[in-house]
């Protein structure tokens, strides 16, 4: 049983930063590509970077290149997105996710595995 525990989000003003975690347990983590997805209220759930298994290879949404860093760590079992120059549109519930593709992938129907979700609000 894959189970996903996000961890990092909070309150934090305009231009501050912000790193999420999130932990895999239950399967080995070097055999997942690993995304991070967000929802804000009233809207769908989107796409926000990923990472292939071995972390040579990552993808952002246009709206946070240059700002938001995907990272992983395959002996802590951990992805991370550090999140810098943080703007009100980037308040949502952000979701890690663990894909069976071991490439980085955008598509949302690729991902089997998703943690609970944490709260990033940021505040004009």
């Known amino acids: 049983q894959v189970q996903l525990v996000e961890s990092g989000g909070g309150l934090v003003q305009v231009g501050g930063s912000l790193r999420l975690s999130c932990a895999l347990s239950?399967?080995?983590?070097?055999?997942?590509?690993m995304g991070w997805f967000r929802q804000a209220p009233g809207k769908e759930r989107e796409f926000v970077a990923s990472i292939s298994w071995g972390g040579g290879t990552t993808y952002y949404t246009d709206s946070v290149k240059g700002r938001f860093t995907i990272s992983r760590d395959n002996v802590q079992n951990t992805v991370y997105l550090q999140m810098n120059s943080l703007k009100p549109e980037d308040t949502a519930v952000y979701y890690c996710?663990?894909?069976?593709?071991?490439?980085?992938?955008?598509?949302?129907?690729?991902?089997?595995?998703w943690g609970q979700g944490t709260q990033v609000t940021v505040s004009s």
């Open positions: 996710a663990a894909s069976s593709y071991l490439s980085a992938t955008s598509n949302i129907r690729e991902y089997n595995y």
């Open positions: 239950g399967r080995t983590f070097s055999r997942f590509g």
